[in-house]
C-alpha cells in the first residue's frame, strides 16, 4: 500500500547537516519505495525556489527566508497553515526534530485526523534540555517554573502523537521519563 506522507523539517538540502541529511535520506527512501513524499520546510536559502522537486520528492519551502533562530520558531504558523489547506492529500505527517514542528504538527493532525508521527534529532527535545543554552541568555534554565509550564504544555500536546522514533536508547530513555508510552 502506498503512502501519501508529508515531511516537516525546520531545514532540507541543500542545506547540510545531520537531520537535513536524514531527512533527505528518509524522504528519498520513502518515495523510493513508492510512496507519494512531500516536505514543508523553510525557505532558508535566500532565492530558493518556493515549490521544487528532490527527485521523486516534491519540497515546499515556506516563509519566514533567511537564517537565525527566531525565524525557524515563525515556520510554525506557515507549516500549520500549509498542512490544513492541504486537507486530503496526505495520509500522514512525520515532524523530523519536533522541537519546533511537533506541537504544531500534532494539533493539525488531530483537527485532520491524520496520524502524527516524531522522531527527535537531538537529546533534550522532549525534556527541555536541548533549549538550555537559548534559554540561559535570558538568565533562564528549563527547570525555571515559567519554562517548566511551558515545556510540560508542550508535551501535553506532543504525546497526543500516534508514534515517536527514539534512534537510540538514550532517546528511548527520555521518551519514557517524559510520559511517552513504550509502544
Sequence with gaps: M???????????????????????????????????VTVLTR?????????????????????????GPGRKWALSVPVFGAVLSARG??????????????????????????PVVLKAESRGELSGEFFRRGLERFGLSPEAAPVRAAIEARNRILRRAEA??????ELEREFRAGGVPAP
Excluded at 523539517?9 to 520513502?30: D, H, K, S
Design 43 to 67: 525557505r532558508s536559502v535566500p532565492g530558493s525556489p518556493a515549490r521544487e522537486r528532490d527527485g521523486e520528492v516534491r519540497v515546499r519551502r515556506l516563509p519566514p527566508g533567511g537564517s
Design 2 to 36: 502506498s503512502l501519501r506522507a508529508c515531511l516537516l523539517l525546520e531545514t532540507y538540502w541543500p542545506q547540510v547537516g545531520g537531520g537535513e541529511t536524514a531527512g533527505r535520506m528518509l524522504a528519498r527512501g520513502l518515495a523510493g519505495r513508492g510512496h507519494e
Design 164 to 169: 515517536f522514533v527514539a534512534m537510540s536508547s
Design 89 to 114: 492529500e496526505f495520509d500522514v505527517l512525520v515532524a523530523l526534530g519536533f522541537r519546533v514542528l511537533g506541537a504544531p504538527a500534532v494539533v493539525a493532525g488531530g483537527l485532520l485526523r491524520l
